[in-house]
């Protein structure tokens, strides 16, 4: 069980894991969201950072801008990056270890995931200017959270402990609330704005498939959704279920299928799914919600993925016509984080380097130094 969880942790947990202050002359970011219609990945302007301090880039702020961490001194520094005219703003300080950034889907509220120790997680919760607007501390171990995709301020946390026991909450940052709320399972996900979505696994059962549950936050109602499941991913109104094929020459094939939150299908294709010693470990993914495109890498072949060394195609799934194209060759499954606008990505460990992915180029974002 504790593999599984641990394995789930990494797939459904991305650790998306700064800079001098701007002129005074300079425009305010929160005032100055520029069109970037006419922008191309030759005009990013790549800044220079110490390898002794810089952590990461962590999210987008929106089109023009993305956010970086330093950590120096025991402090960590969140900065604002515009690409296009190479200048940086302090966004916000803390005293506190900061291990990711992420945006809610609309681009208004921003979590920190911070850690004091090793027993004790908070998550700081900022508006667009950079204001602590509300914070919540668990004792736990690890923390997973999950936005509301249609209430910018709410969302569900699950707190772990190091033996892997869990408590989820429902937190509200504007009425600046704490609610424990009993879902069987970790790692649930919002389906719309009142339900949520879970693979329902059995106690010390091994298996590589359970079943996707829903459950209504106001009532407590679960419905089965479907029967096996391998592993799932919540976008803004839209659910991706990757179940393996009947087929038995293609187990290890599987099906990404795609619903809507009514749970319509829209679309599905198949690819090669690589294995490990407790489940499927399936790539890094991302999707653009208003043009309704998948992006994810593909592997070339089956087969175990301690082993594998074929490389990776990142490709692009539309749903709107249920075609899929292949943007890059070649390259390795690493964490990328796509902009607002679905035309660039971040990529990369440290997402330290930038993709076009309409002209299909990418370059270098950041010089490091000593």
């Not at 970790?186 to 010390?204: C, T």
């Amino acid at each position: 069980m504790k593999k599984r969880y641990i394995l789930y942790a990494f797939l459904l947990i991305v650790v998306l894991l700064a800079g001098c202050e701007q002129s005074s002359t300079k425009k305010d970011p929160q005032k100055q969201d520029q069109s970037t219609t006419h922008q191309t990945i030759q005009n990013v302007k790549i800044i220079s950072v110490q390898n002794s301090s810089f952590y990461t880039f962590a999210d987008w702020y929106d089109n023009r801008h993305v956010f970086y961490i330093e950590n120096h001194n025991g402090i960590s520094t969140i900065f604002l990056y515009d690409l296009y005219n190479g200048s940086k703003k302090e966004f916000f300080k803390t005293p506190q270890k900061v291990i990711t950034l992420q945006a809610n889907p609309s681009h208004t509220r921003f979590v920190l995931y911070t850690s004091k120790s090793e027993k004790e997680a908070s998550l700081l919760f900022l508006d667009k200017k950079g204001n602590e607007i509300h914070s919540v501390t668990l004792h736990s171990f690890d923390i997973q959270y999950s936005w509301n995709p249609t209430k910018p301020s709410e969302l569900i946390v699950t707190g772990f402990g190091e033996d892997w026991s869990f408590n989820t909450y429902l937190i509200n940052i504007q009425k600046h609330t704490k609610q424990k709320i009993d879902i069987p399972q970790p790692f649930a996900q919002w389906l719309n704005g009142e339900e949520v979505v879970y693979l329902d696994w059995k106690k010390d059962q091994q298996s590589l498939q359970a079943p996707l549950r829903k459950m209504n936050m106001k009532t407590g109602k679960t419905t089965t959704l479907e029967k096996g499941v391998g592993t799932f991913s919540m976008f803004p109104e839209t659910l991706l279920a990757v179940k393996a094929m009947e087929d038995s020459e293609k187990e290890k094939n599987g099906t990404y299928e795609f619903y809507s939150s009514k749970w319509h299908k829209m679309k599905q294709f198949s690819a090669p799914v690589l294995s490990n010693f407790s489940g499927w470990l399936l790539p890094y993914s991302q999707f653009d919600s208003r043009q309704e495109v998948f992006y994810t890498y593909v592997p070339y072949q089956k087969g175990d993925a301690s082993e594998y060394k074929g490389g990776f195609d990142m490709v692009s799934f539309s749903l709107k016509d249920g075609k899929m194209k292949r943007l890059f060759k070649g390259v390795d499954n690493i964490p990328f984080k796509l902009s607002p606008d679905g035309t660039m990505a971040l990529y990369g460990y440290q997402l330290e380097e930038i993709m076009d992915l309409t002209r299909k180029e990418k370059r270098i974002l950041a010089n490091f130094s000593s």
